[in-house]
């Protein structure tokens, strides 16, 4: 229960923050890691506001992504991370229905550098990501990989991938 209401007073501050000069998004994902670390991660969007590439077969955009995670794992103790990214999305034309795919880099702070067996060597984290989905009416549903690592900066730098599946809204 704790773990809910953290993560609903922070999406109340990252909407706040982001969503004060235009229309904000709210997503939910649940996941594992191959370390058997289940993630719970709610984060908040605003879209770039520009199309790019425009053609009969869709378009290409993008939004910032910030969102915090929780990362409950079996061995050690709990984690916790704020990410902020820029994210570019290729949207197919559809009627009711507009297939995704996108791809993303930003950057993720940590409040351990141990996940699971996973040294990551430093709190300060690239995040990498890459996903594809459905957007439909204001919502969406998707699929997304996102991948942690410091890119070599401090060692032991073993990174650490999530796999998620996620809900997006807009109000």
Same mark, same amino acid.
């Given at each position: 229960?704790?773990?809910?209401?953290?993560?609903?007073?922070?999406?109340?501050?990252?909407?706040?923050?982001?969503?004060?000069?235009?229309?904000?998004?709210?997503?939910?994902?649940? $996941?594992?890691? $191959?370390?058997?670390?289940?993630?719970?991660?709610?984060? %908040?969007?605003?879209?770039? $506001?520009?199309?790019?590439?425009?053609?009969?077969? /869709?378009?290409?955009?993008?939004?910032?992504?910030?969102?915090? %995670?929780?990362?409950? /794992?079996?061995?050690?103790?709990?984690?916790?991370?704020?990410?902020?990214?820029?994210?570019?999305?290729?949207?197919?034309?559809?009627?009711?229905?507009?297939?995704?795919?996108?791809?993303?880099? /930003?950057?993720?702070?940590?409040?351990?550098? !141990?996940? !699971?067996?996973?040294?990551?060597?430093?709190?300060?984290?690239?995040?990498?990501?890459?996903?594809?989905?459905?957007?439909?009416?204001?919502?969406?549903? $998707?699929?997304?990989?996102?991948?942690?690592?410091?890119?070599?900066?401090?060692?032991?730098?073993?990174?650490?991938?999530?796999?998620?599946?996620?809900?997006?809204?807009?109000?």
């Amino acid at each position: 229960m704790n773990k809910i209401i953290s993560a609903a007073a922070l999406a109340s501050f990252c909407v706040a923050g982001i969503g004060v000069a235009q229309a904000a998004d709210v997503t939910f994902a649940l $996941g594992r890691t $191959g370390d058997s670390t289940t993630v719970y991660r709610i984060g %908040t969007q605003a879209d770039f $506001g520009s199309r790019w590439l425009e053609s009969s077969s /869709g378009h290409l955009g993008g939004y910032w992504d910030a969102a915090y %995670t929780y990362w409950e /794992g079996d061995e050690t103790a709990a984690n916790h991370s704020l990410s902020f990214s820029p994210v570019f999305v290729y949207e197919f034309t559809g009627e009711k229905f507009r297939p995704y795919i996108e791809a993303g880099i /930003g950057v993720a702070a940590f409040s351990s550098t !141990e996940v !699971e067996d996973n040294q990551l060597g430093s709190s300060f984290q690239f995040e990498d990501r890459l996903g594809f989905g459905v957007r439909f009416a204001d919502q969406e549903l $998707g699929l997304r990989v996102i991948h942690y690592s410091n890119a070599g900066i401090r060692q032991p730098n073993d990174g650490v991938e999530t796999y998620t599946l996620h809900y997006r809204f807009r109000f």
